[in-house]
């Protein structure tokens, strides 16, 4: 497996460019199921995790080309409800084709879905949901399986905004019979590109970004071509916000849509970043320390628990002590332990993580355990003393494009090394 070298102690300075949203690409590429045609998506990222997504399609029939950052799908051929296949269990996103092939095919089957280990990540509102909407499901031998005579919308209310259940959702509700409404709905900017997608394709979808959504169910959607356009990544662009501000750098983040990013920009400034914006672009500086803060992540438009490892890598050079809680995951720590053999301050109280910032960190070998807090040993590296060797970074390359080129393009010295000391 890849490793990472990291040579600390470069400020970063030039201009980055942002690519297209992981969270939003996943969902949309599983909707291209719905339709029996094309399905033409520009600004698809390059990743491990859009690539096992591109397999699970495959294996219900759809025919997928990726040229460059376009991916073209073609569902005119999808013909199975069921996904046996062992790379269901790579990527918990792999769940998102339980509405879609709902919708298509009224029923489905697939393996339970796997996916980075931060924490227990239960799929019941998502088959709560379904079965809202008419879908009797059933667990057993690892399967999960859903069968209907058709779809019936209705009226579902989340227990909590989830993110991949409210998609999961939307997307079966687009070709149930009548109305659905979500109410406690997820209210992230990938909802919002989701919808966006779906109406292309002639669903009729609305209320995304807002905690309730109304679809009214339509017979079938267009098999004409549809394109869309992958938003940009916002968790990318905060994560090299951070890389800025650890390294004492001066970035241009380019290709970014400044509202989403808001949440981790009015931190950052709090703890005393420069943070300027203007056409799609930000520019983060830092005129000296960083200081210490709070920070409690919470579902959009609060502070994304996807920034909570970058953040708390930052923390740990502040000035000051800062309070971190993390109330979205029940078990995502676990860079905590790699970050303290860098010679990081950290102490744990359940969901809670004290950290005492402290002068510098040292290079160290740890270990990407999933993929944010792969990024945060990224961010730690750049700023630490010496060498830092970064293992596992699979987890990585499933959700940043290139991350080791772009930081290198702004005079990072980092580099990707494969079977390190004719290690595997
Ligand atoms: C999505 C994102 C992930 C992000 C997360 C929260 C994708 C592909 N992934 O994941 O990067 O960290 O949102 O912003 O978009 N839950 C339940 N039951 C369920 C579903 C969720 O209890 O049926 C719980 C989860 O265990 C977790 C919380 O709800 O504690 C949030 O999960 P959810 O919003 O569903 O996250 P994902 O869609 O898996």
Redo the contacts with the bound molecule.
């Keep these: 497996m890849d490793k990472l070298i990291v040579m600390g102690g470069t400020r970063l300075k030039g201009s980055i460019s942002v690519s297209g949203a992981?969270?939003a690409v996943?969902?949309i590429m599983a909707a291209g199921i719905l339709n029996d045609g094309e399905s033409i998506i520009h600004n698809v990222p390059n990743l491990e995790d859009v690539k096992v997504m591109i397999k699970v399609l495959e294996a219900v029939g759809a025919k997928v080309k990726k040229e460059g950052t376009t991916l073209i799908i073609d569902s005119s051929t999808v013909n199975s409800y069921e996904l046996s296949d062992s790379l269901v269990r790579k990527m918990?996103?792999s769940n998102?084709v339980m509405g879609a092939l709902a919708a298509k095919f009224g029923t489905f089957k697939t393996l339970y879905p796997g996916g980075c280990n931060i924490?227990?990540?239960?799929?019941?509102?998502?088959?709560k949901g379904l079965e809202r909407l008419g879908l009797k499901t059933s667990e057993g031998h690892g399967y999960i399986e859903g069968k209907s005579s058709g779809l019936v919308g209705n009226s579902i209310h989340l227990d909590?905004?989830?993110?991949?259940?409210t998609?999961n959702i939307m997307m079966a509700a687009c070709m149930a019979k009548g109305k659905t409404i979500i109410r406690n709905a997820?209210r992230?900017p990938?909802i919002v590109d989701l919808q966006n997608f779906l109406n292309s394709m002639g669903a009729n979808v609305k209320g995304a970004g807002l905690d309730v959504i109304k679809i009214e169910g339509v017979k079938k959607l267009k098999s004409s071509p549809v394109e869309h356009t992958v938003i940009p990544d916002r968790?990318e662009a905060g994560t090299h916000m951070v890389a800025a501000a650890i390294t004492g750098g001066d970035v241009e983040i380019k290709n970014i849509i400044v509202e989403h990013v808001e949440p981790v920009i009015s931190k950052l400034r709090e703890c005393g970043a420069s943070i300027s914006n203007y056409n799609n672009c930000v520019r983060v500086t830092v005129p000296g320390r960083i200081r210490a803060n709070d920070f409690r992540t919470l579902?959009?438009p609060g502070f994304?628990?996807?920034m909570q490892p970058q953040i708390m890598a930052l923390m740990s050079l502040a000035q000051g002590t800062s309070v971190i809680s993390e109330s979205?995951?029940?078990n995502r720590f676990k860079h905590v332990d790699e970050l303290r053999r860098m010679g990081a301050d950290i102490k744990v109280e359940g969901r809670v993580a004290i950290v005492t910032g402290t002068e510098r960190l040292t290079g160290a070998f740890v270990e990407a355990t999933d993929l944010r807090a792969g990024a945060a040993l990224v961010l730690a590296g750049l700023a630490a003393e010496d060498a830092t060797v970064i293992e596992n970074i699979y987890h990585i390359d499933r959700g940043y494009d290139n991350l080791e080129k772009k930081y290198s393009q702004l005079g990072a010295k980092i580099i990707r090394v494969s079977n390190l000391n004719g290690s595997n």
């Design positions: 992981k969270n996943l969902p918990r996103a998102l924490g227990s990540r239960p799929i019941d509102l998502h088959l909590f905004p989830s993110v991949g259940a998609e997820a992230e990938e968790i579902p959009y994304p628990t996807d979205i995951f029940d």
